[in-house]
C-alpha cells in the first residue's frame, strides 16, 4: 500500500520541515520497507520512522521498535 502524500504547511502555519514517503531496504528482513524521512532546514534527509511494522519486527532490536536498537536501513 503507497502512503498518501504529505500536505505543505498553510502560510499562516510556522514553518515545518520537509517530510517525504519512500522504501528503504531494510537489512533484517532483506526487503523494502516503506519509511518516513524529514529533512529540517539546515539539514540532510534522515529517517524517523518505518511504515511496515509487524509482528516479527517486535522481536528484532531495530530502532523503531525497540529502546537501544539497531539502525535497519542501509544509506
Not at 46 to 64: Q, S, T, Y
Request: charged letters at 25%.
Amino acid at each position: 500500500m503507497i502512503p498518501p502524500p504529505l500536505t505543505s504547511p498553510m502560510p499562516n502555519q510556522s514553518a515545518q520541515p520537509a517530510a517525504k514517503y519512500l522504501p528503504k531496504h531494510c537489512r533484517f528482513f532483506d526487503r523494502e520497507a516503506w519509511a518516513i524521512l524529514i529533512k529540517p532546514a539546515n539539514g540532510d534527509w534522515k529517517i524517523v520512522n518505518c511504515l511496515d511494522k509487524h509482528a516479527p519486527c517486535f522481536e528484532r532490536r531495530c530502532v523503531f521498535t525497540r529502546n537501544g536498537g539497531g539502525w535497519p536501513f542501509d544509506d
